[in-house]
T-cell receptor, first 114, second 113 residues
Framework: GAGVSQTPSNKVTEKGKYVELRCDPISGHTALYWYRQSLGQGPEFLIYFQGTGAADDSGLPNDRFFAVRPEGSVSTLKIQRTERGDSAVYLC????????????FGNGTRLTVT | GENVEQHPSTLSVQEGDSAVIKCTYSDSASNYFPWYKQELGKRPQLIIDIRSNVGEKKDQRIAVTLNKTAKHFSLHITETQPEDSAVYFCAAASGGGADGLTFGKGTHLIIQP
């Protein structure tokens, strides 16, 4: 039924705080991706899950960023000690599998760090 | 890693004319090339994709061409309509699928009435 769902849609936080962004993928999609999109830029790859495991986390900018997908469905992107430069739209996408499957994006979470 | 360049950054065409957006990529191992359309404030949506075993794919008014030797691919939109106005992103991935897509910076397509 529903597409990829992301919550919250908007998040304003103060510099130094911790935030969690949630992604609920399309039911049955085993692959889940997090991207970050800054104004006027294309989405920037952060991390990819196949099932419960992070198959590729090479896009995470530093160790303040972490993501989990404990049951192979919902995923949470966690950002510690937020910085103003973390402000962006965080997009989640899912697909049926890693191969021959298009990505379906959520509407994103707009994170603003003040 | 992969690097995707996209041109032009802005493209303005008259309604009914054709629009062409071009992308180049750096990783010769890349073999999956999707195009996404993103309207203001909305999610990117896949409009067409092509894999490295074909040189061209068409879907109604939209077509994509791929030149693996030159490492470039293009999006062609014919008979443009006002609803085609949006930002278009090309992307490239290796591994046969969509893992770790690298996106271009986008082309803002403006359809002039």
């Amino acid at each position: 039924g529903a597409g990829v769902s992301q919550t919250p849609s908007n998040k304003v936080t103060e510099k130094g705080k911790y935030v969690e962004l949630r992604c609920d993928p399309i039911s049955g999609h085993t692959a889940l991706y997090w991207y970050r999109q800054s104004l006027g830029q294309g989405p920037e790859f952060l991390i990819y899950f196949q099932g419960t495991g992070a198959a590729d986390d090479s896009g995470l900018p530093n160790d303040r960023f972490f993501a989990v997908r404990p049951e192979g469905s919902v995923s949470t992107l966690k950002i510690q000690r937020t910085e103003r430069g973390d402000s962006a739209v965080y997009l989640c996408a899912s697909s049926l599998g890693p191969y021959n499957s298009p990505l379906h994006f959520g509407n994103g979470t707009r994170l603003t760090v003040t | 890693g992969e690097n995707v360049e996209q041109h032009p950054s802005t493209l303005s065409v008259q309604e009914g004319d054709s629009a062409v957006i071009k992308c180049t990529y750096s990783d010769s191992a890349s073999n999956y090339f999707p195009w996404y359309k993103q309207e203001l404030g909305k999610r990117p949506q896949l409009i067409i994709d092509i894999r490295s075993n074909v040189g061209e794919k068409k879907d109604q008014r939209i077509a994509v061409t791929l030149n693996k030797t030159a490492k470039h691919f293009s999006l062609h939109i014919t008979e443009t309509q006002p609803e085609d106005s949006a930002v278009y992103f090309c992307a490239a991935a290796s591994g046969g699928g969509a893992d770790g897509l690298t996106f271009g910076k986008g082309t803002h397509l403006i359809i002039q009435p």
